[in-house]
């Protein structure tokens, strides 16, 4: 089973960053893609950014202001956020693709999120 743990939310003003971490841990497995998605109440979970290998896709509000990086070694996944806005409060959830060398197949875990909270 593998788990997956956020970290970095908080509260911060317009404009301000912060810096989320997420970590998978477990046993027999190999990530091969990790991600952030974001929901608000009421709204669909939306992708906010994910990493694969070398490459790195950013959804177009997360372009300029959001970058990915992951620490391979560690499972784990970084996102900075910089210049943030009202509208970028949500919950931030952390997803993590893995091979289960268990089974000999894919699988996915999602973290339980933490709360980014932009002030105006």
């Known amino acids: 089973q593998v788990r997956v743990v956020e970290s970095g939310g908080g509260l911060v003003r317009s404009g301000g960053s912060l810096r989320l971490s997420c970590k998978a841990s477990?046993?027999?497995?190999?990530?091969?893609?990790m991600a952030w998605h974001r929901q608000t109440p009421g709204k669909q979970r939306e992708l906010v950014a994910s990493i694969s290998g070398g490459s790195t896709n950013y959804a177009d509000f997360a372009k300029g202001r959001f970058t990915i990086s992951m620490d391979r070694g560690e499972n784990t996944v970084y996102l900075q956020m910089n210049s943030l806005k009202p509208e970028d409060t949500a919950v931030y959830y952390c997803n993590a693709q893995f091979v289960d060398h268990r089974w000999s197949r894919p699988s996915e875990s999602w973290g339980q999120g933490t709360q980014v909270t932009v002030s105006s």
């Open positions: 477990g046993s027999r497995f190999t990530v091969t893609a």
